[in-house]
């Protein structure tokens, strides 16, 4: 009996499913500049997808055009099956959360809830009891009569929150959801709006700039630059595989070096760099050419830093004297001068050293070392 | 010696006017209203409790000196009453009240649209715009006014236009009616009704209205529900900045409207003028105040509240 596939917590990996959002080659220009320049996306129903990237690389373009607020001017945004190009934003099937919130300050926290349920003309006593629902859910039941300008920041986000979900929205879309607030917030609340989404079944597409957030929400993250996509691929995927050097240096650090393809073997790659001079042996094939220049990189954290050689090979191993040490509590992160590259090695406090010689010091002489799996080949 | 004090005095003035110059700056023009607005009122007021008499000045004294030095205060209503009695002023309150009224609404209806398309503009066009708002005021009211009479009288140039063009035999009765009155105030009040709306939503975020759009809001609903309450304070503000000196104009009514519409100012130009009635024309002043104090304590309840919640 073959084992069949599961694929509801990975519905990208399903080849029968149909993507619930669908963008066909979607651009968006502003004059000359052009802000969204033909991107494919496809988004699967319940999936909490986070579109990724720096000011001004399309992301609030994009995420503007799923809602209605910006026409593309190519390409086609279906969602649920329609085509969305000539459908109003009252219209669509989809709820926003703004980043300033753009709650209405001339009315209380429940008439802000309320607002979307009276516009599809749903009996008071319905919109009452909904409304009441939300706001319990959101834990403001209290605050039902307050005005935006006397609530906190946090319970802002939440009114915010209840206003778009008490539609019951197909999709919700998220702009930089935990921007305003502080970094104690941000994380209960990144917790809060998993469960919420996984409680509710409501799909969530989420534009941020903060990458943790972004590791730590989504199922799936697409990377943006210049208006078009880097790598699309689940947190994992991306940060263990990031396949450009810009996906590498964005979703954590990462050291790079530039080298040339020595040998290519089905289950393995060898990669010799000049500055420094380090060969690079990968234990998984790619598909590259002998000969061909590329680059390698190789994570922070990934990296085993000691006073003596790990082994007698010399393949994934540097030696280099510290140049600088920061102690941050739960880990340590060295610079290492190695010939007239500076690397950066993570080291977790796991254990005091007893033995005072091993302590790693300043202009210490260590080796650094890697596992064959830890390193990666980027395309560009 | 006395320089020493002198100096001593400088130093000490220099300090008060260090330490309250804050004050002082209020202070200025407060003495100003105080010299130029609030005594002439009571002024006006201590008229308007008088009785008119032939003689310069052509009323009573307050005050009069009996025998042995007793001190007589005499104080008469009847000019209150009498405007109460008489309805000719009653009428003309109430007509006065109605043109600033529709006027105002006028104004609103003309003006809303345009500081909202102004405020949409692109900066260098918003600039030229609120530019041409501003542009009438370059040239003197009264001759804006007088250039409004060549365009509506009988041989003016709209109706020679119209003859010339066929589309009527006889010239429309245009000047002194009703509608050049209306013509003249909502042009005139314009720019007083765009400015502070233009303020207002200059300072509007757009983004409520995209959200109102995202919960399902129609235009026109984004509009009533969203717009509206968010532009309110600069609706009250424009409407007041219309409506108050609007009630009490003179010169509009009177040369566009010549003898057939009745407004305060003229009325209370004739009291004083060819009556010379100083105490009921001051009695009439008084109750336009007291008409137009209403509104006004509207405004301040408002911004009082606006404040309060930003």
Not at chain 1, 94 to 116: D, I, R, T
């Amino acid at each position: 009996m073959s084992k069949q596939p599961n694929y509801t917590d990975r519905p990208w990996m399903d080849p029968d499913a149909e993507p619930f959002i669908k963008v066909q080659s979607v651009s968006k220009q502003f004059g000359t500049f052009t802000a969204v320049d033909s991107v494919d996306l496809d988004i699967y129903k319940g999936e909490l997808f986070s579109l990724l990237g720096g000011s001004g690389c399309g992301k609030t373009t994009l995420l503007r055009m799923l809602a209605g607020f910006e026409t593309p001017t190519s390409g086609n945004i279906f969602i649920d099956g329609v085509n969305m190009n000539d459908v109003p934003p009252y219209e669509r099937p989809v709820n926003m959360m703004f980043q300033s919130y753009a709650l209405f300050p001339h009315m209380s926290v429940e008439k802000n809830v309320a607002y979307g349920l009276q516009r599809d003309g749903i009996a008071a006593s319905e919109v009452k009891k909904r409304v009441e629902e939300m706001l319990a859910m959101v834990e403001l039941s209290q605050f039902a009569k307050r005005k935006p300008h006397q609530l906190s920041g946090g319970q802002r986000q939440r009114v915010a929150l209840a206003r778009a979900l008490v539609k019951q929205p197909k999709v919700l879309l998220l702009d930089e959801p935990l921007g305003a607030l502080d970094k104690r917030l941000r994380e209960q609340t990144q917790f809060e709006l998993m469960n919420l989404q996984e409680q509710l079944g409501i799909t969530f597409v989420v534009v941020t700039h903060d990458q943790e957030e972004a590791m730590t929400l989504s199922t799936r993250i697409a990377v943006m630059d210049v208006g078009k996509f880097m790598q699309i691929g689940t947190p994992t995927e991306i940060y263990e595989f990031p396949e450009t050097r810009l996906v590498a240096n964005f979703i954590g650090n990462a050291n790079m070096f530039e080298g040339r393809v020595t040998e290519n073997g089905p289950d393995h790659v060898v990669i010799n760099s000049k500055n420094p001079t380090c060969e690079f042996y990968i234990d998984h094939g790619i598909s590259i050419q002998e000969g061909q220049k590329t680059w390698v990189a190789v994570r922070p954290e990934k990296i085993k830093i000691s006073k003596e050689p790990h082994s007698a090979e010399n393949a994934n191993q540097m030696k280099g004297i510290v140049h600088d040490i920061g102690y941050l509590g739960k880990v340590s992160t060295y610079r290492v001068m190695v010939q007239d590259t500076l690397v950066e090695v993570t080291s977790p406090n796991q254990s005091r050293p007893k033995d005072s010689n091993l302590i790693i010091d300043w202009d210490d002489e260590v080796y650094l070392s890697w596992d064959a799996s830890s390193s990666v080949v980027l395309s560009k | 010696m006395s320089t020493a004090t002198e100096s001593g005095l400088q130093h000490r003035l220099a300090a008060v006017l260090q330490k309250n110059w804050k004050s002082l700056i209020v202070f200025v023009p407060f003495f100003w209203l105080l010299i130029f607005f609030l005594a002439p009122f009571f002024i006006v007021f201590k008229i308007s409790l008088s009785e008119a008499i032939i003689a310069s000045p052509p009323f009573m004294p307050m005050i009069e000196w009996a025998d042995e030095g007793v001190m007589r205060i005499k104080l008469v209503f009847d000019n209150f009453t009498y405007l109460w009695e008489d309805d000719l002023y009653f009428n003309t309150y109430l007509s006065s009240l109605k043109i600033s009224s529709i006027s105002t609404v006028l104004c609103l209806l003309i003006g809303y649209p345009m500081a909202y398309a102004i405020v949409r503009a692109q900066s260098t066009t918003k600039n030229v715009l609120l530019m041409l708002i501003i542009l009438p005021f370059w040239t003197s009211f009264l001759l804006r006014v007088y250039a409004w009479m060549g365009l509506l009288a009988d041989q003016g140039t709209i109706n020679n236009l119209l003859i010339g063009m066929g589309f009527i035999d006889e010239p429309i009765r245009l000047l002194y009616t009703d509608f050049a009155v209306y013509v003249g105030i909502v042009y005139t009040y314009l720019p007083f009704m765009i400015l502070p709306l233009y303020a207002n939503m200059e300072k509007l975020d757009w983004t409520l209205l995209e959200a109102a759009a995202d919960l399902g809001a129609r235009p026109f609903t984004t509009f009533l529900t969203v717009t509206i309450p968010m532009t309110l304070p600069g609706i009250i503000a424009g409407s007041l900045l219309v409506f108050i000196p609007a009630t009490g104009e003179y010169v509009i009514p009177d040369l566009l409207g010549g003898g057939n519409v009745l407004m305060i100012g003229r009325l209370l130009y004739n009291e004083f003028n060819a009556n010379v009635d100083w105490p009921v024309a001051s009695a009439v002043a008084i109750a336009l105040l007291l008409v137009l104090v209403l509104p006004m304590m509207l405004y301040q309840h408002v911004q009082g509240k606006e404040t309060e919640a930003s």
